[in-house]
Nanobody, 115 residues
């Protein structure tokens, strides 16, 4: 079993920054990719950013140039640096990991962008 523990959400003013972290633990042989998804009220969950074991990244168009995903392979941890936050970034952010060909989700962390 694999657990994903997220941290770093909160309330921030428009234009501000937050950094999310997600640490994977448990029975892990290999992590193929890790990423972040988000779900706003009344909307479907969608990809924000992802990074493969080889370091290839993928971003949603809405966050390109503002968000940066990175990964510490030794710690099985993925980070999401979010800059220039907008009210439309408000959502629950979920960590996602493809571990040994199974997909796991974190419990979610709330990000609220409001003045």
């Amino acid at each position: 079993q694999v657990q994903l523990v997220e941290s770093g959400g909160g309330l921030v003013q428009p234009g501000g920054s937050l950094r999310l972290s997600c640490a994977a633990s448990g029975r892990i042989f290999s992590i193929y990719s890790m990423g972040w998804y988000r779900q706003a009220p009344g909307k479907q969950r969608g990809l924000v950013a992802a990074i493969t074991s080889g370091g290839i990244t993928n971003y949603a168009d809405s966050v390109k140039g503002r968000f940066t995903i990175s990964r510490d392979k030794a710690k099985n941890t993925v980070y999401l640096q979010m800059n220039s936050l907008k009210p439309e970034d408000t959502a629950v952010y979920y960590c996602n990991a493809n571990v040994d060909l199974s997909v796991y989700w974190g419990q979610g962390t709330q990000v609220t962008v409001s003045s």
